[in-house]
């Protein structure tokens, strides 16, 4: 069960509070709603995140009719323990239009790898029958060491060349099994991220 550190304040806003969600790899806003007690309650209980209805006046749990749940990774209030940040790893669109977030972003327009990862990491958690990347993560840690290795090499080769499609074709190969690896691991690239921040801090 997932717990705060302190207790938030529902009386401001006659019961509820605003809650922020956070996508936990890429950073994004992906939409804000609120919450009651019951509804915090229920996310902490159950890890995806529970939302007050104020137009059907009830509980929803974002993604129980569409499947794109809220998988929670943190809870944080503010400093006026009236508004709830939520880090969480969504399961597909935030936004019932189709947009990865409420405010308008398409899938995949980020520049950051936080959207390969965060597929990774929802394969890792929710596997799906006939996806490579399962077929990858089952076959063993030593497999996907492996794999890393040979992309890597393939990728050695076709930087000698002048081929930019071939070359960068090989670095995507590359990109994708070493996240493949960390996942397997247990790591996020965060982890790595904070031990360069370390390096040259």
Not at 74 to 103: R, V
Request: hydrophobic share 35%; proline share 2%; aromatic share 8%.
């Amino acid at each position: 069960m997932i717990e705060l550190q302190t207790t938030p304040d529902f009386n401001k806003l006659n019961g509820l509070i605003p809650a922020i969600i956070q996508d936990y790899y890429t950073n994004k806003v992906l939409m804000l709603a609120f919450m009651n007690n019951e509804a915090l309650e229920k996310t902490k209980a159950e890890g995806k995140v529970t939302f007050y209805s104020r137009s059907k006046e009830r509980l929803w749990t974002k993604g129980e009719t569409s499947g794109n749940f809220l998988n929670v990774e943190s809870m944080e209030l503010d400093c006026d323990n009236d508004t709830l940040l939520i880090m969480a790893i969504p399961e597909g669109p935030a936004c019932h239009k189709g947009n990865d977030t409420c405010f308008g972003e398409k899938k995949n327009t980020s520049t950051d790898l936080g959207f390969l990862e965060a597929t990774i990491q929802n394969r890792v958690q929710n596997p799906k029958k006939g996806s490579y990347t399962n077929s990858l993560l089952d076959s063993g840690i030593n497999k996907v060491a492996q794999k890393v290795g040979e992309e890597a090499v393939e990728l050695v080769i076709e930087a000698k060349d002048d081929d930019e499609a071939l070359f960068l074709n090989e670095a995507s190969d590359l990109m994708y099994h070493y996240l493949v690896l960390l996942a397997a691991k247990g790591y996020s690239l965060n982890d790595v991220i904070d031990v360069l921040k370390e390096r040259h801090g």
